[in-house]
């Protein structure tokens, strides 16, 4: 079986893990000091013993986010003021000491080698890891939100610089559905006063072309005049992230009209860049996934994710068919389909259209994983899709990202165990929870170190 670690470079060359994990106050743990080495560490405990918090702290590290909660309130113990989390990360032979310090109620605090940052998310780059969890079988069985967070979330550890990009559109959709909302009795009072005047024609703006180059070399075009934001992060720091103020007019509705208008200009903006890049990745992402259920399955069906965009039904069915528009076009398009759904989103005060509403399909053979596949299936589809992270990050990066598998095994027959086993066998670190020992492959267990975790207390047990 080909192992994932196959896609470039020599282990030498890929040297990165965590070397040291120290928490203070988070979770269960009022103290806890933990030595790592590279390859396989096993964390044995039983339910409610801790084993999961000292891998969701190291995921944190990398991500500045849990894989289990929303919020950092359940990440500090109960008592304590904040908690304090330390990771000693080895890069090719050189370290770097990460402090982050996590404050319910305050802004966080990070520091690097001492240094405090100006950002938190600053630390960003610094681990990266791929984590998969049992949660993530709600990349295939859930909502479309777990999806988007799993595109946004590998975008930001493929380049950090996107986690700014995502908190810009956030800002200034949630700027636009309040307008919406607090707007809404002029707004509708001015559609109404417009139809009974004269009903309008459909809006007819240009359809969004397809990128100068095939699918598969969307945006590298020579002669585009379009921004790659994957080769130029300032084209982010445009003014759709600056606060405006309602003009003052004469006419309501004029002044609410025009400072619609003008967060629309704002949302397409950014939502075109979060989208190009969404559909750029999810294009590298593709082959992976294909290789990596295989693997995985051993199935005779092809493991696929299309994106679903909400925009107008012409531009929603090529980005479906695998084209992959430059920045422009999207935003076009985006200003388009809010001229589409102008009515719609006055009555429900909300905005219909752009990245907070897409989807990603995933499918086996013909038929959708949601609602056709078993549940064999589909946990081998949601392991598929991280396995193809972790080969995508490590082919653009040229290391390896931290591989954690928490209580996974358990969920798997003994089949796809072994099948895994041969996957992360030569990654540069894979840390493996378990609740007993029959569930982690005895070849993946002897080839590093276990550690027991009982009440807190962490201790080796090879």
Request: aromatic fraction near 4%; glycine fraction near 6%.
């Amino acid at each position: 079986m080909t192992s994932i670690a196959c896609v470039r470079s020599t282990r030498h060359d890929r040297r990165v893990h965590v070397r040291h994990l120290q928490l203070v106050d988070f979770r269960s743990y009022a103290a806890v000091d933990v030595a790592l080495e590279p390859g396989v560490t096993t964390i044995m405990g039983l339910n409610g013993q801790g084993k999961t918090n000292l891998v969701e702290a190291i995921g944190y590290v990398a991500t500045l986010g849990s894989h289990r909660v929303a919020t950092d309130q359940p990440l500090v113990r109960f008592g304590a003021n904040q908690a304090v989390i330390r990771a000693a990360v080895s890069r090719h032979g050189r370290e770097t000491l990460v402090e982050l310090e996590l404050t319910p109620g305050r802004a966080n605090r990070a520091r690097l080698n001492k240094s405090p940052l100006p950002r938190t998310r600053d630390v960003l780059g610094t681990l990266r890891t791929v984590l998969f969890a049992p949660e993530d079988l709600a990349l295939v069985k859930g909502d479309p939100a777990g999806r988007r967070a799993f595109l946004d979330d590998l975008l930001v550890a493929r380049q950090p610089r996107w986690a700014g990009v995502r908190t810009d559109y956030d800002r200034i959709l949630k700027q636009r559905n309040a307008l919406l909302k607090s707007a809404a009795p002029v707004l509708r009072q001015g559609q109404r006063r417009r139809y009974a005047a004269s009903p309008p024609p459909a809006p007819t703006p240009p359809p969004v072309p397809a990128s100068s180059s095939s699918p598969h070399h969307a945006g590298t075009s020579g002669t585009s005049a379009t921004p790659d934001p994957e080769a130029d992060p300032t084209i982010t720091n445009s003014a759709a992230v600056q606060p405006i103020t309602l003009p003052p007019a004469d006419d309501p509705l004029a002044s609410a009209l025009h400072t619609l208008d003008v967060w629309d200009h704002h949302l397409a903006e950014v939502g075109s860049q979060l989208l190009y890049a969404r559909l750029r990745l999810l294009r590298d992402l593709g082959p992976f996934l294909h290789a990596a259920y295989q693997q995985v399955s051993a199935g005779v069906n092809e493991a696929k994710a299309t994106y679903r965009a909400s925009l107008r039904d012409d531009a929603t069915a090529a980005i479906a068919a695998g084209e992959v528009p430059e920045i422009d076009a999207l935003r076009l398009e985006i200003l388009a389909s809010f001229a589409a759904q102008r009515t719609a989103e006055i009555d429900r005060g909300l905005t219909l259209v752009g990245p907070h509403r897409d989807d990603v399909v995933l499918t086996l053979g013909p038929l959708p994983a949601k609602g056709y596949a078993s549940h064999g299936e589909s946990w081998s589809v949601a392991l598929g899709l991280k396995l193809a992270a972790y080969q995508l990050l490590r082919r653009d990066l040229g290391e390896d990202p931290v591989l954690v598998l928490d209580d996974v095994f358990a969920e798997l027959d003994v089949e796809r165990r072994e099948r895994l086993a041969d996957l992360v066998a030569d990654c540069e670190q894979v840390l493996v929870t378990a609740a007993v020992g029959a569930d982690v492959p005895e070849r993946l267990r002897a080839s590093g170190v276990t550690y027991a975790v009982t009440l807190g207390e962490v201790t080796r047990a090879d």
